[in-house]
């Protein structure tokens, strides 16, 4: 069975950094495009970065120069560095594994940012 597990969640103070982290197993994890989204009550997720099996990446224009998004093939892993936090990323995160017609999402790990 697919597994798309995130972690390193938490609560962050304006200004701080967190790194999550997402780590999928049994898929070819090196053919998927692995994206991170978020998602507030009342609102529709939405994508805050995606990298391509190639390792091309893209990113909301709301965490451009801030955020990361990276690779870790030999692990089945991608991260998102986050810098620079603020309350408006407050969120749930979600990481999505792509390739062809299979999609598989995580159940997101909770990231809050807050004095």
């Known amino acids: 069975q697919v597994q798309v597990v995130e972690s390193g969640g938490g609560l962050v103070q304006p200004g701080g950094s967190l790194r999550l982290s997402c780590a999928a197993s049994?898929?070819?994890?090196?053919?998927?495009?692995m994206g991170w989204y978020r998602h507030t009550p009342g609102t529709q997720r939405e994508l805050v970065a995606v990298i391509s099996s190639g390792g091309s990446t893209t990113y909301a224009d709301s965490v451009k120069d801030r955020f990361i998004i990276s690779r870790d093939n030999a692990k089945n892993t991608v991260y998102l560095q986050m810098n620079n936090l603020n309350a408006e990323d407050t969120a749930g995160y979600y990481c999505?594994?792509?390739?062809?017609?299979?999609?598989?999402w995580g159940q997101g790990t909770q990231v809050t940012v807050s004095s």
């Open positions: 049994r898929i070819n994890f090196s053919l998927y495009a």
């Open positions: 999505k594994a792509t390739w062809a017609s299979r999609v598989y």
